[in-house]
């Protein structure tokens, strides 16, 4: 099975200042067929269901704000929040969609200090 | 604009059965790509299953043997069969959907059911 790790656990950032979280795959994620990275990334709020962000690693799901951005090197993925809003307050969550069973990250929490 | 509604949750024995049923409008179960996520009570999303538009099949180890995903194409229904529970199956369980046959993200969420196993 894939595992898959974030970091921090937890991080508090200021208003419009940047927000970044990390993800490892313990093994590619990378289908050499298409190129594509199968990671997604997801936001929760508190008493709601997970709200898709991100897929393909750095595709942004339409109506999500362009101040979420995905990035990787390897099996290394980020997720930044260019400018923090207090809409941001959440849980990210990572997950491969490469080879079943289709793991999730632990989960990061985002706070404004 | 898409939808999809769990139900079927609720408080059951350890060692019983509950069948989750998940209903979808303005997108079609058959044709897509179906999974089962579930999160325990204060803790993280763990993957539970999928149903590909191929009809394969995967199971977390977790329920695997325990655990039964299928379709209803004509009621455009999800459904999620969970036998021999155990309380370490007690979550909310969500119901999600990606775009295409197999191997996508998921793009669509429902509110989720609660499942307490609980004597």
């Known amino acids: 099975d894939i595992v898959m790790t974030q970091s921090p656990d937890s991080l508090a950032v200021s208003l419009g200042e940047r927000a970044t979280i990390n993800c490892k795959s313990s093994q590619s994620v990378l289908y050499s067929s298409n190129n594509k990275n199968y990671l997604a990334w997801y936001q929760q709020k508190p008493g709601q269901p997970p709200k898709l962000l991100i897929y393909?690693?750095?595709t942004r799901e339409s109506g999500v704000p362009d101040r979420f951005s995905g990035s990787e090197s390897g099996t290394d993925f980020t997720l930044t929040i260019s400018s923090l809003q207090a809409e941001d307050v959440a849980v990210y969550y990572c997950?491969?969609?490469?080879?079943?069973?289709?793991?999730f990250g632990p989960g990061t929490k985002v706070d404004i200090k | 604009e898409v939808q999809l509604v769990e139900s079927g949750g609720g408080l059951v024995q350890p060692g019983g059965s509950l069948r989750l049923s998940c209903a979808a409008s303005g997108f079609t179960v058959s044709s897509n790509y179906m999974s089962w996520v579930r999160q325990a009570p204060g803790r993280g999303l763990e993957w539970v299953s999928v149903?590909?538009?191929?009809?394969?099949?995967y199971y977390a180890d977790s329920v695997k043997g325990r655990f039964v995903i299928s379709r209803d194409n004509s009621k455009n229904i999800l459904s999620l069969q969970m036998n021999i529970l155990r309380a370490e199956d007690t979550a909310v369980y969500y119901c999600a959907g990606g775009i295409g046959t197999a191997g996508t993200s998921l793009h669509y969420w429902g509110q989720g059911t609660l499942v307490t196993v609980s004597s």
């Open positions: 393909w690693a750095s």
């Open positions: 149903l590909y538009s191929t009809g394969t099949t």
């Open positions: 997950q491969q969609y490469y080879s079943p069973p289709f793991t």
